[in-house]
């Protein structure tokens, strides 16, 4: 099995941008089992229409600023799935990035490069992989929906 990079911390900073999210769009959010490999999965919080799921999100938490970079770089496979996971349950695939200086989302539908890329300072074959790059430009304020 593959080692696990994720700390306690990551999680922690993950956890608060879910609170946030979750108040903003009066959804409930779920962390969602890792055979799924998306984080999150958005449940309307309506009792009219009952609580139907939204959503399939990644949130991803930064230790940069939002234009540090011109675009931003998450797996292939993560988007895949995302895009599978929205088009057989009728739902949005998201990506939701936490920067220093902001939090913004972008569908994965939005048009990406696809480029070979991925850390090299932990000496892990598996971290050079197939990317998509997202330009920052297209990610999306979070407003509220009340």
């Known amino acids: 099995m593959r080692e696990l ?3 306690k911390k990551d999680l922690n900073n993950e956890d608060k ?8 769009w009066n959804v409930n959010i779920y ?3 890792m055979s799924y490999k998306l984080d999150f999965c958005l449940e309307k919080n309506d009792n ?3 609580k139907p799921i939204v959503a399939f999100a990644e949130i991803k938490c930064r230790t940069t600023p939002i234009q540090k970079y011109p675009t931003y770089i998450i797996s292939l496979a993560k988007v895949i799935a995302g895009k599978q996971l929205a088009l057989h349950t009728n739902t949005k695939p998201l990506l939701i990035v936490s920067w220093t200086d902001d939090i913004k989302w972008i569908n994965m539908n939005e048009d990406f490069k696809c480029v070979v890329g991925g850390r090299r300072d932990r000496n892990d074959w598996q971290d050079i992989e197939p990317l998509c790059e997202f330009d920052i430009n297209k990610f999306n304020e979070i407003k509220s929906v009340r």
Do not use: I
Request: aromatic letters at 12%; proline letters at 6%.
């Open 31 to 33: 962390k969602m089992p």
């Open 5 to 7: 990079y994720e700390t």
């Open 17 to 24: 941008v879910k609170q946030w999210l979750s108040r903003m």
């Open 48 to 50: 009219k229409n009952g």
